[in-house]
């Protein structure tokens, strides 16, 4: 019964995870008409360093913080690099290009990504069903980005899947890096965003940022941070721990897109297109078929 009291409780935190990254394209396109991407990763991240920073404070864990601070400062700074800043920067380019609903689908071609680029890195086998799964969800991509017309080969903002599939490739080379980081998860995730601040803020700097913003923008990239960026981590890691079975928290993330596409169109005001959905089926397809080989090996 215990057992089964920790499985319930991993779905719920499982599920707010899912429920606050579906309104994250929503929180982008809204910010993204008033402020840059750099000055949204700017708010963004110096809300998540404040939240992640006080979750650590009630927990007892500042010393341990500080400690780790100045032991792997060379690795905080280099992972923080990758993510929050460049990854950020690229994928918000992406949402400022295309179309919300687009760069989300697309997006979501990074566990593919993952399983290709863990073949130098990880020295990993690919199986036929990598393939299977890479053709479904790159076939979706192309239906997303040219609209549907996919003999014509005449992309809608081609610079824009190209923001977007290179944010893929970040965010997976991050996560293969990131199996050798042996700093505790929470810990590690602070220190990154604590190292990004300084970077984001000199590349701000850089490019006159640091001025003339939209006061209007500003609510949506407050809960950007605070909910995409710090709460979201939290509950999501709460559910594997507390789950008996990985894969089933795991699939809960297939809702995350669904459920964008709805607040999209409620509450961005922005039109799905028939393209979208078709592309997305394929795409989540794909998933499905490299989730269900990794399950049954």
Not at 80 to 104: D, K, R
């Amino acid at each position: 019964m215990d057992k089964l009291s920790k499985n319930t409780q991993a779905i719920l935190f499982g599920l707010g995870a899912v429920l606050l990254w579906s309104t994250v394209a929503t929180a982008f396109s809204i910010s993204l008409k008033y402020l840059t991407p750099t000055q949204l990763l700017l708010v963004a991240n110096a809300v998540s360093l404040v939240f992640l920073i006080v979750l650590i404070a009630c927990k007892g864990d500042l010393k341990e913080l500080l400690t780790s601070a100045k032991q792997s400062w060379k690795s905080s700074f280099f992972f923080g690099a990758i993510n929050p800043f460049i990854y950020y920067l690229v994928l918000l380019q992406a949402y400022n290009m295309l179309p919300a609903q687009e760069a989300q689908a697309i997006n979501y071609t990074w566990a593919i990504m993952l399983s290709f680029m863990a073949v130098p890195i990880l020295k990993q086998r690919l199986k036929p069903t990598d393939y299977v799964a890479a053709a479904m969800c790159y076939f979706g991509v192309l239906y997303i980005s040219t609209r549907g017309q996919i003999t014509s080969l005449e992309f809608s903002n081609g610079i824009g899947v190209a923001f977007a599939l290179l944010s893929t490739v970040i965010w997976a080379m991050y996560w293969l890096l990131n199996t050798k980081d042996k700093r505790p998860s929470l810990i590690g995730l602070t220190l990154n965003f604590a190292f990004a601040l300084p970077l984001i803020t000199l590349y701000a700097a850089m490019t006159g940022e640091l001025t003339h913003w939209n006061k209007e923008g500003l609510w949506s990239a407050v809960y950007i941070g605070l909910f995409e960026m710090g709460l979201s981590f939290v509950l999501w890691n709460q559910a594997l721990k507390l789950t008996s079975n990985a894969s089933q928290v795991a699939n809960l993330i297939f809702l995350s897109p669904l459920l964008s596409i709805i607040w999209l169109s409620q509450f961005a005001g922005e039109p799905i297109l028939q393209s979208t959905l078709v592309g997305l089926a394929c795409i989540l397809v794909g998933l499905f078929i490299q989730n269900w080989a990794k399950k049954t090996k």
